[in-house]
């Protein structure tokens, strides 16, 4: 692909880099995975009532986002920062805007070739140790597909995807695939791919953001040269909203959220049902996990979503299309 002709420097807001709108400030909170512990949620809805417009939104990234906050010569007030900080969304304030980790949301839980939890969170916990990798551009993306093909489609700058329950094979950008690696050694493999993107991406204002930036050669250096495994030939559709039956024999409500605007009286009924995380999804929901039978009610029951096979809902081949369009922002 050609490489970018972009003469200015990334603006992906944080809390620390907010973007300033019209009706003030807007944040960005990143979640690895999607993941919010019930704690974190139920004190991200006291802040937004207290320094923001009142609602959290969902971004298509699984991160939240705050809006309408007061702000000084483009800062918010240190007593937000704080709060946020001592809610748990802020564990890095070096490396906040690079933490861009999605996971298949169901993943360990219902359907997928691997559980991706643990590679999730190592892999947020090298990003962070290794100062070098604050230098990625905060729309730096990666993505990590348990092998259902559900969020393989979405554009992304280094990832994998499982093959096998502890193999996966790496991707770089797009449309490139790396090598298969045990799963054990993903993390390690996948922050060594974003540093060597460091490496070739340029300098300044015009450092490319995305690995799909470069050059066809800087792309083969990086590491993009090996041949797709047929393994990964999967897509399927998001999981539909409602009740999931999950691996366990325990369930998950998958609950859409209009708009992506999570208000008190969403967040209060959710958190009442919750146990110690919720999972934020790319299509502007919310998934409630670990749910025992007598959490449903009947109607609740009946109505089970389907499809919770060993690759997923719904595996329909590589040419069938994920129904969330790839995006950058």
Known sequence: ?????????????????????????????????GVVPATTLRALIDIAERWADGTILLTKRTNLQLRGIAHEEGAVPDALVDALTQAGLLPSQSHELVRNIMVSPL?????GRADLRPVAIELDRLLCADADLAGLAGRFLFVLDDGRGDVSSRALDVGLMAVESDAAQLRIGSHRWGEVAPLDEAPKALAALASRFLQLNGEGATALWHADELSDDRAVALGGHHARDLRTQVRSFPPAFGIIAQDDGRFADHVAVTDGLLTRAVADDLL????????VTPWHGIVVPDLDRADLDSTALANTALGNTALGNAALGDTALNDTAPEKA
Request: glycine share 14%; proline share 7%; charged share 25%.
């Open 107 to 111: 993943t360990g839980r219902a359907g």
């Open 1 to 33: 692909m050609p490489v970018s002709a972009r003469t200015y420097a990334d603006r992906c807001p944080g809390v620390l880099r907010p973007w300033i709108a019209d009706d003030g400030a807007i944040v960005r909170l990143r979640l690895v995975g």
């Open 272 to 279: 009442a049902r919750a146990g110690d995380e919720l999972v």
